[in-house]
């Protein structure tokens, strides 16, 4: 028998010292029947997080960054290390319910084909959270563009499925929310890590995309349910994340598209930034934060059209 664990946990924390800390408690309340092991990367936090780490949870293994690498960066330092059959993916602001990992080991052992899976995700309040998503097309690029993906669901309206029903049985999927993302040994070895040239966002949708265009399977496991608070190490720049966001959009399209393709999906997440900003112009209140935060959508705009079409190989 292997003394290798089937199950390698990875947690990236950044500034999240109480949510990393009830992750961590969460495992341990509720822990695979199966061999696992606990990997968490600090990206150079400044809350004690490090500390606090190691004096409540010693049997951790704890990787410090003297930088903030980012989410890819960081999660792949963590994949290196990591000796577990399953690797899986856990954001620092995520809380496992009972059975969640031994149901989501069950599903990889149950189903070879596998390649890559996620669990049912809820919000803080027990809510579903729509964790289910489908590739970026230009066709849900542009009904986000005019707000029509509020009222119509499905791959040409938006990314994200918001169908509830769809969230009730086992079923192969586009791709999955990082916060609760597994891949199997194997196929992180045929397709390699989260891109680092991803900081944040977009990272795993492209993953997924690799995985599947590799011939993978990815696959949404909903009796694995994990609760999602979610903004963790984010939730005060929301502004500065709408760049990285966009930013993100724009180099998936670059790979993933043909330049054309990628040139026509830029000029709509161009035209949705500029459409909001003239919205906020028209009904926001002067001295409204919306009203105050256009800027960064024209960051975001000026952004968009810094980076060369195609991608550059060492972007």
Known sequence: MSDHPDLSIIIVSYNTRDLTLACLRSIESFPPSCRYETIVVDNASRDDSVESIRKNHPHVKLICSETNLG?????????????????????????????????LWAAFRNHPEIAAGGGRLLNSDGTLQYGVRYHPRLSNAISEALFLHRLFN???WSEIETDPQKYESFHRVEWLSGAY??????????VGGLDPGFFMYSEDSDWCRRIEDAGGLVAYIPASVVTHHGGGSSRTANEFLLVMRTRARDRYARIHMNPMAAAAYRLILAFGLLLRAALFLLICPFGSQYRKNLWWRLKALCQLYASPLPLKTNE
């Open 181 to 190: 993302l597994a891949i199997r040994r194997d196929w992180f070895q045929r």
């Open 71 to 103: 989410f890819a960066r960081a999660n792949n330092q963590a994949l290196l290390e990591a000796q577990g059959e399953i690797l899986v993916l856990l954001n620092s602001d995520t809380e496992v319910h009972p059975g969640a990992l031994d149901d």
């Open 154 to 156: 499905g791959p040409c």
